[in-house]
């Protein structure tokens, strides 16, 4: 009888874990500790790379990203999700650099806490040096849908003014609004390996940095 009690309640908790584990905020990526630096790597010189960039026909930024960059990882948010790619090639700032002479950005950041964001029109690429991975630059690629719905003003609001952020989102009251409720939710701040991000589930998603209320770095 013991023993039929026993079975029953690990069944019970383990049918309960699995259910908590379908979040609605992960990662899709299943080798969460297991991207390499060879993972990010191309086969062509660095000077091949931009010249097939320059060369490329489209003014999609993130259709000209995938085209030559390794994809990495994809952070799920609600209704959409941001694609991450990584490079060994290039620094933040040189990429940085790199894009802003392939399309103009509508807005540029300054270079700040090894992290630079550049929005196109609906787009916003996040650039960031790698955690872990020397000499690693990931790109972020998320629409302004995935940032409204998920980001945290105070991640945004390190690179651009708040009036300028709501004005790129098309609202005229987000970053405070949004404020309001990442005091009391967990709300993304950023592609990062180090830190989680989950919203009513139990699992641990590399690629969603949080935060809370707070200004950057500071999570629950």
């Not at 209704?79 to 399309?103: M, W």
């Not at 105070?154 to 609202?171: A, E, K, P, Q, V």
């Not at 991000?197 to 699992?203: A, D, F, Q």
């Amino acid at each position: 009888m013991k023993r039929t009690l026993l079975f029953a309640t690990i069944i019970f908790c383990f049918l309960l874990l699995s259910g908590c584990g379908s979040e609605q905020f992960q990662s899709i990526f299943n080798e969460s500790d297991n991207v390499a630096k060879e993972d990010v790597q191309v086969d062509v010189s660095k000077d091949r790379l931009i010249q097939q960039l320059k060369n490329e026909d489209t003014s999609n930024m993130e259709v000209l990203i995938s085209n030559h960059l390794p994809f990495v990882e994809a952070v799920a948010g609600e209704d959409t999700r941001a694609n991450v790619y990584g490079t060994d090639l290039f620094d933040v700032q040189e990429l940085a650099d790199l894009f802003a002479s392939l399309k103009q950005p509508d807005e540029i950041s300054e270079y700040k806490d090894k992290k630079q964001v550049l929005v196109y029109n609906d787009k916003f690429i996040v650039l960031k040096e790698s955690e872990e991975l020397e000499g690693v630059t990931f790109i972020e690629v998320a629409s302004d849908r995935f940032v409204r719905n998920n980001y945290s003003p105070n991640f945004l609001t390190t690179y651009f003014s708040i009036r300028l952020i709501d004005s790129l989102l098309g609202t005229n009251n987000w970053v405070n609004s949004r404020r309001t409720y990442c005091n009391s939710n967990d709300c993304y701040g950023g592609y990062s390996r180090g830190q989680q991000y989950n919203k009513g589930g139990v699992s641990s998603n590399r690629g969603m940095g949080m935060f809370r209320g707070g200004g950057p770095g500071s999570g629950k």
